[in-house]
């Protein structure tokens, strides 16, 4: 069974992700929100900490072992900080990480090291649908094969960077099976539509994606001619967005408990009323019985068990539920306040609500 307690090398890197969060990503959060833009340098000091390489052997220039469990640890101490700029800095996972899982060995080998040994670049995926009964596992999206080619046709949403991203991957329907391809920017056929404005999130740059026969050679077909299973994939991305929603949750909470014991009210501390006191111990109870089922989820995927994908679809599916009721009473409990945009609560409210329909936007 999985141990509660960090590691010595998970507990040096939730250190310096926990002083990243309060001197970094918190203070700047608002603002980033406000003018829909992350501050210069904010995501190159956090892709400098080395989540994602510490995820990757040597022989790909990383500097460890891929643990589903130290990311979710990550993952959900980045996000306590700010969203927007969590999925930012970890947005190379999006191409990184299902080559590790997917990828023949060639492919390993040539798209993995420049990703890691570099700066950070936008290298970034493309899965959601602008489709109101959209499922990554029956896409819109198609890829047609034509002699020694693919053939794309489709649009995406919600795709990270896609503006400046200098590779994708991008997931086609092909036959039936939800298959991932790498694109190049600039492939003809190709289109980046304008940013998309959403009710959280704003900090984040998303796009649409056209693909107009946009053509891949067999070479650059995730797993090759063979192709790859797709739930590994899902699955990562499942219970990296379930550990996101803990760490906002999380922030809700403490920024909520903080205000009911600061705020007097007819001379009364807003804590000591029995019904806000009440909230808050369902919301705190909600949040570590969440934190636990993506922590074992995670357990499960580093083990390689087979009930792991039901785990992660339970621990996305509880954590987009626990996010938007803690986030809603934290903003209840700050009463009028709640509603001002000086306060951070109203702004976790509007990025809570989007874990529902953030597929493919995370992995660990």
Known sequence: MYAFSPTEEQQMLLDAISRYTENDLGPAARDADEEAQLPPGLVEKGWEMGVLQASIPDEYFGFGEHSAVTGVLA???????????????????????PLLFCGTEEQKQEFIPPVIEAEWKAYTAALMEPKFDFDPNDLA???????????????KSYVPFANEAEMMIVYA??????????????????????????????????????????????GMRLGGSDGHDFAPIIDSSRVALAAMAVGLSKAAFDYAV????????FGVKVAQKQAIAFMLAEMGTEIEAIRMLVWEAAWMLD????EASK?????????AD??????????????????????????????????ATFSGLAMV
């Open 303 to 306: 083990e390689g068990m087979e």
């Open 173 to 218: 329907n092909l036959e039936g099976k939800t298959q991932g391809f790498i694109v190049p920017a600039g492939a003809e056929g190709l289109e980046v539509g304008d940013r998309q404005k959403l009710l959280g999130l704003n900090a984040l740059p998303l796009f649409n994606v056209k693909l107009d026969g946009v053509r891949v050679p067999q």
């Open 141 to 155: 999206t198609v890829a047609e094969a034509d002699g020694d080619d693919y053939v794309l046709t489709g649009e």
């Open 258 to 265: 903080e205000y009911a014991k600061d705020r007097d009210v």
């Open 322 to 355: 626990m996010a938007m009721m803690v986030t809603d009473r934290a903003v209840q409990i700050l009463g009028g306040h709640g509603y001002i945009r000086e306060h951070p609560v109203e702004m976790w409210m509007r990025n809570g609500r989007g874990f």
């Open 311 to 319: 785990e992660a679809y339970l621990a996305l599916t509880g954590a």
């Open 75 to 97: 993952a959900e101490a980045m996000a306590y900080g700010d969203l927007s700029a969590t999925m930012a800095v970890m947005n190379p996972n999006l191409f990184v990480l």
